[in-house]
């Protein structure tokens, strides 16, 4: 009997035992892996759609002339110009006063007035009707003018130094897309830039659907592909294809660098937008522990603005965060003749993971 107990524990002890309870985890932990993508693939899906429904009733104007705003008269000023002057255009679109009165406006980020103004329309009808109306008159832009009844009161305000000639004046009526979609867009943003850049002597096209940029032929159909961005958001990662034959590609990762670190700046560190003072990037560990520095300042956090104030560990953590590209890039040569195939070769391994 002792013998037979021997021999059995033996055999479980075998190298084929072992191997089995390997398997069998590796089982389990695959199964756990697939099941957590699932849930996160979910939620992403989940997230976008909510977002572009929100978005789908709602129209941006941009590029407002600015002011030196003094009080709540002159914010409210402001707003009234806004609200008449849209409301002016949506009637011309031949939109009842009904759904115009239900217009919702978006004017301030935070506390400031934003150079953007962003209106639900309450459906995605109105909203089409308004932004064809104004694409097929106007194609998207008009000068920007005060009605009558807040022409004193507005005339009195001083311009705002920071005006650009030629842009802050002229309004462009654009449909509101939502976050994830504009973050699906930076990596192309990038491309465009960059081959613009390295190769000011093409004349190129640019198609958002399938984050490419190519060469057109004479009916504006694709004859070469330039770049392609290859997007996984699972793993946040996005592969840039450049044509090899008209791009160096180490010429173009340094480009493409540069680029990220510009657009880190743009959204990161400083006391507003366009105007940092700092970025991660250009700031040293000694920098950092100074006691004589202003790395504080440069950042923003040099001094409490008193109860209500929020914590410096926190608006850290959220700068560090937006200031990050939402995608990890690399840069990878294909020839002309293989984009096509390559691009359905991603495709097709994205659907096979996502169904």
């Not at 699972?234 to 592969?239: A, E, Q, T």
Request: charged fraction near 25%; proline fraction near 2%.
């Amino acid at each position: 009997m002792r013998q037979r107990n021997l021999d059995e524990e033996l055999l479980q002890d075998s190298p084929s035992k072992r191997i089995g309870d390997v398997l069998h985890d590796l089982k389990d932990m695959t199964d756990d892996f697939n099941q957590q993508q699932a849930q996160v693939r979910f939620l992403i899906w989940q997230c976008a759609e909510r977002q572009r429904q929100e978005a789908s009733t709602k129209i941006s104007i941009k590029n407002w002339w600015k002011y030196e705003l003094q009080g709540s008269r002159d914010y409210f000023a402001m707003e009234s110009h806004r609200q008449s002057l849209i409301e002016f255009y949506a009637k011309e679109a031949g939109i009842v006063d009904g759904k115009i009165k239900s217009f919702k406006y978006s004017n301030y980020v935070g506390r400031n007035l934003s150079p953007f103004c962003v209106v639900d329309t309450g459906d995605s009808r109105t909203r089409q009707l308004f932004l064809e109306h104004m694409k097929g008159q106007y194609a998207n832009k008009v000068k920007e003018w005060v009605d009558s009844t807040l022409q004193t009161e507005i005339g009195a305000m001083r311009s705002d130094r920071y005006n650009k000639t030629g842009v802050n004046g002229t309004l462009v009526f654009e449909p509101m897309i939502s976050t994830f979609d504009k973050v699906q867009s930076i990596p192309l943003k990038l491309v465009m830039t960059v081959i613009s850049e390295l190769r000011p002597d093409l004349t190129w096209k640019k198609d958002w659907a399938h984050n490419t940029v190519f060469i057109p032929d004479a009916a504006g159909q694709v004859e070469t592909y330039l770049a392609w961005c290859a997007l996984d958001h699972l793993h946040g990662r996005c592969v840039i294809y450049i044509n090899e034959e008209l791009f160096d590609k180490r010429a173009f990762r340094q480009a493409i660098t540069a680029q990220e670190f510009a657009w880190t700046s743009r959204k990161g560190w400083g006391k507003s937008k366009s105007k940092t003072l700092a970025t991660v990037g250009n700031l040293s560990r000694d920098d950092v522990v100074n006691p004589e520095g202003s790395f504080m300042e440069q950042i923003g956090l040099a001094k409490s603005e008193g109860k209500g104030k929020r914590n410096a560990y926190s608006t850290t953590v959220e700068r560090a965060m937006k200031s990050e590209l939402p995608f990890r890039i690399e840069v990878l040569s294909l020839a002309t003749t293989e984009f096509v195939k390559t691009y359905n070769e991603h495709l097709y391994k994205l659907l096979t993971r996502w169904s």
